[in-house]
Nanobody, 115 residues
């Protein structure tokens, strides 16, 4: 399974970005898809996750600003990020958990929020 993330970049505070992550390869069933981020000098943290039934989880710091969604037909997960803040600056990585519990990770994409 390969994951290809895109959509990162430089944005001003208050701006928006949309991240995408497409999974390819032999995929029988996906249990969950999600986004993590790691800022310089900090531990990686869960940003948002969506499971097969459609339930979602968000970090408290992004609730109300970020929205995770999924296109099952394309095995793609999206992260719509609105009202971005400088503290959202980080490398964002997508992950997919397939049936059986194996997790796959994509290369990160850098999001920089700065004026």
């Amino acid at each position: 399974v390969q994951l290809q993330a895109s959509g990162g970049g430089l944005v001003q505070p208050g701006g928006s970005l949309r991240l995408s992550c497409a999974a390819s390869g032999t995929i029988i069933s996906i249990n969950a898809m999600g986004w993590y981020r790691q800022a310089p000098g900090k531990q990686r943290e869960l940003v948002a996750r969506i499971i097969s039934g459609g339930s979602t989880n968000y970090a408290d710091s992004v609730k109300g600003r970020f929205t995770i969604s999924r296109d099952n037909g394309k095995n793609t997960v999206y992260l719509q990020m609105n009202n971005l803040k400088p503290e959202d600056t980080a490398v964002y990585s997508c992950t997919v958990v397939v049936r059986g519990g194996t997790a796959y990770w994509g290369k990160g994409t850098l999001v920089t929020v700065s004026s």
